[in-house]
């Protein structure tokens, strides 16, 4: 049925999650017409997270009800290119966001930056180990932008999102009581760090007793009422344990719908559109120039919107399968290695240790927040010597206690029967008195670890699903063994009754049953040459230079941190070569 | 308190002291477009409130009225000529805005507030015509009959009340100083704020216009299940605890450090107040904060030893109305009813928690309460509603807790207040 054609805008914005509610503002800041489609209904704190109704986890967390409906639109997924793959039919593995706000209204709200090193990850892996270091098969690749580039918009992001946290180098200057390795701020955090949970404190005087390095997690969970420069605010978070997978009650959680959409509803020059699943990018008949999107409005109507820019901010592996449907750049080629939209598809990696106390420790682990704890970061990047190790990446390790909640169930020690008389025996013995960490570590890329079309699957428009194909490597297994040993030393160092072990043994595949993160990364990658990477550092195509994706789909590899700081300093970055350069002069930003 | 005997005079005394040039200094700032200072004040007078319908086109008129004697609706005050006042001289506009009679002789309902807006300046009053004639786009939409019962829809008695209750213009108090006297012409003008916060007589007429009435602001009737607090000076109930400028940022923003808005004053700051003028809002707030306690009201609120934080805190839950507060209430507003500064509002001296007549806060407990999202505290923060939680008892408990802890001292309510809240 045909629906009336909107009026044309000068930026088109698909997908309303952190990526595209940041372009949104900056680009209704500078006086466009801007209006943004979001495929899912809208959102808001009031009435749809509202207490007590969101604190459901059936609901929430295990069916899912902010993520993305499976039974209209999924991924398939295989292991290798010699093998079928079949699509991901029920949540495991990772939770790509659905509705106004995106997975940025379910996040948990850790928010790191990256450390300097892996923006050039390959230069300087080689420079530190030498060119033979990075094995064959690994395309892992230099970001194309600085850190001290991105630092003020790293800074930006922590002031809207109101993130808790602690410095430790302010402009070189080592103020202390933050994390050792990090990059130079220019800036405090806007809000101090959550307090502790005492599992957390257990960690950082472990860690410390060990001679590392704890510092509190970067938290966009509010340490105390605060205002960001859009003017919106939020109260302080009272330790809920209702992050992951939920929406805030408490408007203490950094989110789209908290920290951006009430200013930016404000501005006439806006519009959000909600149950509009964009189809394509439309592009002219020279092919480099898109005119705007096709959409399928909530009655099922298609309508074109026209726009002179295209912003492709929908969720990491939905803004590469948009420009795989829509013919914006080659698409990666895994025999020839040729091509770069679906190229160096990766992930994060996992492993997981928990310690069981005696009756007179009290974890109790029903207390938590999303993004705080205490982390070190001794183990991360190229913050040890990788030498005589041989492999590439690492993890931070932390307790990040977010809220035991019942179905998802209690963890109880290895050997423990999964139900009767001695299951309930152990469950009242262990359950406030056990502890949690995670080695959270990276993901390296590889050639044939990619994204494409699938030739066989389609979704609810008769669209092709898009195909992933991706399993552990030796490199990354080898690293989480590594570092978990380590992380499993400290949980031992606290002297507790039982400690169990989660780790991937080597020969492992990818499990989808089991969730990790929903750090998903890669497919549209950003860089320096054109010949390996989709986007330039400005997030431009470079074969279509209106349109610009921006999302964790631009990281050519998955570090130990979690995405979506480094993804929103991205934002924020384009989105200033968009004001001061590209709209005073629209065309390529990097010459090709 | 003693005014001065005419307008003109006050004006002399102003001019001899420097105050301003041509007009009146509590009728500052004309700018060089009169259709731009006349929608300043048509935002002032918060006329989109009352005269557009929900979904509505601005001015058109359509909104209901619920009133004792019956549903009256507001009318349709863009320029269109056939069902707008787009034929209006400004002798017809004038008088309808002062008076209350329009063209053809009616008489105006007066919850059109003509007596306050009777107060108004020549130059203000052809500002807004000049607005409404020029800066409204017309709608052509005929104004709804109202549904008044007889003797009452006769309107000639109302020419009886216009002579008994009706304003007069604005005259300064030359012992104050400009910003008190230019709040005195908002507040008592086109701000209209006795129309809810001033009691009213069996006339259903405010009790005063200006502040030479003791009764003017001192805290009006139950509307829709809210009741606007006395803005006047009292502890605890009204605004003695209150800074000028914590009265300037509500106005502003819908909320301080310690208070937020509710009820129908959110639109009130949505429509009207969150545009006013820094100076204007700082003039309104000394005025307000220059009106004594009503009556015989207390100058301080006595200083209540109480407990209820270390109970809560320590998890004594056996005082009713505990747990349930706890469960539901204290992530927000904490234990120590301190709540959290800007964002979640304070109880512990909060007026409209002590206010006597308890719908107020019996209304937010049961229907929750939204902020509204204005241009510099955008954040529209919602308490939601907790009706379908509690029972009468329940909601009666909460109630009687947070009016009688960390110092509060109200009177108790009971399951029968809640039930009577709960039907409106």
């Known amino acids: 049925m045909a629906a009336a054609t909107p009026k044309p805008v000068d930026a088109v914005i698909v997908g309303f999650g952190w990526a595209g509610s940041i372009l949104a503002m900056e680009l209704t800041e500078a006086g466009l017409n801007v209006v943004a489609l979001e495929r899912g209904q809208n959102r808001d704190t009031y009435p749809d997270f509202a207490y007590p109704k969101v604190i459901d986890e059936l609901t929430y967390a295990v069916r899912g009800k902010l993520f993305q409906n499976l039974s209209r639109e999924t991924v398939t997924i295989r292991h290798a290119p010699s093998d079928r793959a079949v699509p991901y039919r029920q949540f495991g593995a990772f939770n790509p966001g659905d509705g106004v706000g995106g997975a940025g209204a379910h996040w948990s709200g850790v928010h790191f930056r990256i450390t300097p090193d892996e923006l050039r990850l390959r230069s300087h892996y080689e420079e530190r180990y030498g060119k033979g270091f990075i094995p064959d098969g690994m395309t892992v690749q230099d970001h194309g932008v600085t850190y001290d580039e991105l630092e003020p918009f790293f800074d930006k992001a922590e002031k809207v999102f109101g993130t808790s946290g602690k410095a430790n180098n302010i402009n070189g200057t080592i103020v202390g009581g933050g994390n050792h390795f990090e990059g130079p701020r220019s800036d405090e955090y806007p809000l101090p760090p959550l307090k502790n949970v005492y599992s957390a404190e257990l960690f950082a005087k472990a860690s410390a007793n060990l001679g590392y390095h704890p510092y509190p997690l970067p938290a966009a969970n509010a340490s105390g009422p605060y205002t960001n420069p859009y003017g919106a605010q939020m109260g302080p978070c009272n330790f809920c344990g209702y992050c992951g997978g939920f929406g805030c009650y408490m408007y203490s959680k950094a989110s789209p719908n908290v920290n951006i959409l009430p200013a930016l509803r404000l501005k006439p020059n806006f519009e959000l559109r909600a149950n509009s699943h964009v189809l394509k990018v439309n592009l002219d008949g020279t092919g480099k120039r898109a005119t705007g999107v096709t959409f399928v409005d909530a009655q099922g109507r298609e309508i074109e919107q026209q726009a002179d820019l295209v912003i492709l901010s929908a969720f990491q592996f939905h803004n590469v399968r948009l420009m795989l449907l829509s013919g914006i750049g080659k698409p990666y080629d895994v025999a020839s290695g040729e091509g770069t939209v679906g190229k160096n598809f990766a992930y994060q990696n996992m492993g997981t240790v928990k310690a069981f106390f005696g009756p007179d420790v009290h974890t109790n682990p029903f207390i938590g927040t999303g993004g705080g704890g205490q982390a070190i970061d001794d183990f991360n990047a190229d913050n040890f010597d990788h030498g005589p190790l041989g492999f590439v990446g690492g993890s931070p390790c932390w307790v990040n206690q977010s809220g035991v909640k019942p179905i998802a169930g209690l963890a109880l020690p290895e050997g423990t029967p999964k139900w009767g008389a001695t299951w309930k025996k152990a469950a009242k013995d262990y359950y406030a008195h056990t502890l949690s960490a995670d080695a959270h570590g990276s993901n390296m890329s590889y050639r044939d670890c990619f994204l494409d079309l699938d030739p066989t699957y389609r979704d609810i428009h008769g669209q092709p699903l898009l195909r992933m194909t991706f399993d552990w490597k030796e490199n990354d297994i080898k690293m989480t063994r590594y570092v978990v040993g380590k992380l499993t030393e400290i949980l031992k160092s606290m002297n507790p009754k039982e400690v169990s072990v989660s780790v991937k043994k080597f020969g492992d595949h990818f499990d989808v049953r089991n969730y990790q993160t929903t750090h998903l990364v890669g497919g549209a990658i950003m860089g320096a040459d054109p010949r390996t990477s989709a986007v330039n550092k400005f997030l431009q195509s470079w074969d279509v230079p209106n349109v610009f994706v921006i999302g964790s789909s631009a990281f050519p590899q998955g570090t130990g941190y979690n995405p979506t700081g480094m993804m929103a300093a991205l934002a924020y970055f384009s989105a200033h070569a968009i004001r001061t350069d590209y709209l005073k002069s629209p065309g390529p930003l990097v010459p090709v | ?424």
């Open chain 2, 1 to 424: 308190m003693s005014r001065a005997p005419s307008l003109e005079r006050t004006r002399g005394a102003l001019l001899a002291a420097g105050l301003l040039s041509a007009a009146p200094a509590w009728a500052q700032a004309p700018p060089a477009d009169e259709v731009e200072r006349g929608a300043y004040l048509a935002r002032a007078g918060d006329c989109v409130a009352c005269h557009t319908a929900p979904g509505g086109r601005d001015m058109a008129g359509g909104l209901p009225f619920a009133l004792p004697f019956g549903t009256i609706y507001s009318t349709n005050i863009t320029p269109d000529a056939r069902t707008g006042i787009g034929t209006y001289r400004f002798e017809d506009f004038d008088r309808a805005m002062r008076k209350g009679v329009a063209p053809d002789g009616r008489h105006l309902y007066p919850a059109m507030p003509y007596p306050s807006f009777a107060k108004l300046t020549e130059a203000d009053m052809r500002a807004l015509y000049a607005y409404f004639l020029k800066g409204v786009a017309p709608v052509d939409q005929p104004n709804r009959k109202n549904g008044v019962i007889w003797p009452l829809s006769m309107r000639w008695p109302l020419a009886l009340w216009d002579a008994g209750f009706s304003g007069k213009p604005f005259e300064a108090d030359t012992t104050k100083d400009a910003d008190w006297n230019r709040g005195a012409y908002l507040v008592e003008g086109l701000g209209h704020c006795g129309a809810c916060h001033t009691p009213r007589g069996i006339g259903d007429q405010e009790k005063a216009l200006d502040d030479r009435g003791a009764l003017f602001l001192a805290g009006g009737p139950v509307v829709d299940g809210w009741i606007a607090p006395s803005l006047r000076g009292e502890a605890g109930t009204g605004l003695a605890g209150w800074s000028q400028q914590e009265i300037a940022r509500l106005l502003k923003t819908g909320r301080t450090d310690h208070a937020a808005v509710f009820g129908s004053m959110t639109d009130v700051i949505r429509h009207s107040t969150q545009y006013l003028s820094d100076g204007d809002l700082q003039a309104i707030a000394k005025y307000l904060k220059s009106l004594p306690p009503a009556g015989d009201a207390p100058l301080a609120e006595p200083i209540v030893a109480d407990k209820t934080a270390e109970a809560l805190h320590a998890g004594d839950l056996g005082r009713p109305g505990a747990a349930a507060y706890v469960d539901s209430c204290a992530a927000c507003h904490r234990t120590d009813g301190m709540g959290y500064a800007g964002v979640f509002p304070r109880l512990a001296g909060n007026p409209a928690v002590l206010q006597k007549d308890p719908t107020a806060l019996i209304s937010v407990v049961l229907k929750g309460s939204t902020l509204p999202a204005t241009a510099t505290a955008p954040s529209s923060f919602t308490m939601p509603p907790f009706g379908d939680r509690l029972s009468d008892q329940d909601a009666a408990d909460i109630v009687n807790l947070i009016r009688n802890s960390w110092g509060n001292q109200a009177p108790l309510v009971t399951d029968r207040d809640v039930k009577s809240v709960r039907r409106q």
